[in-house]
């Protein structure tokens, strides 16, 4: 029987330049349609490297504005130009990043005229269910990974909006959870169905960051929220190091997720 789904992990470093492992980004494909999911780089040679899927791909989700998660996407734009893609291109963002995602193709002279397809700019709306090709629901789930990273910089803009979402993926029962970069572990308290709420609907697989807190924090939150897979990226530098004994610590803690998965890059998995 053919997967539900098949997410294709393009990139599972964190923010720190690494030899061996790209920025954040993701391929979800699901009943025909091409979700990428983050657009760290280098994603446009992951995609061209897929066949077609640079003039093909449905829709970018961009979870944030850090530059591991978005830094990829002019080249992205400008390699579905050169490999002449006519579909328009929806990206999905955080509001307050379009006019300077924008300005910024046009700095690198490009002009979106010239691109030979239509970007179509949607702002994510915090709890606003989008519906795309009729075949899944993206929900934006707001948490609070920018605010505590910018506020704290020398000559941060108070005023400045610091969104920055996690992102719920459901197609009838199949549901994929991405967690961005939260400020904590405590983050997904909220976000994330738990066993308690009988009515709330399980999530397939959870995509969750292990950056920004330890294995144990995330273990703590975990143990009441309805997951059946996890899948660990974004890993820190001392856990990317030590990736057998994270998974086998990670099974111990959380004995009631039925698969417990620490993705390479370029890796696929099916569901």
Known sequence: ?????????????????????????????????HLLIDAGEPCV?????????LRDIDAVLITHGHVDHIGGLPALLQGCMLRERTKPLPIY??????APVRAWIDALYLTEEGLGFAVIWHPWLNGEKVEIQGTLTVTPKRNLHLEQCYHPLPRADMARPCDSFSLEIVAGDFCVFFSGDLSSARDLVTLLPTSSKTDAKSVTVLICELSHFSAEELAEVLREASVETLCLVHLSEEYAESRSSLQLQMEELLPEIKDVLIPEDGESLDF
């Open 93 to 98: 963002l955080p509001l307050e990043m379009i």
């Open 45 to 53: 040679h992951l995609l061209e490297n897929r066949g077609s899927l």
């Open 1 to 33: 029987m053919a997967p539900a789904a098949t997410i294709s992990f393009f990139g599972t470093g964190s923010g720190f330049p690494s030899g061996d492992r790209f920025f954040s980004s993701c391929l979800l494909r699901f009943r025909g349609l």
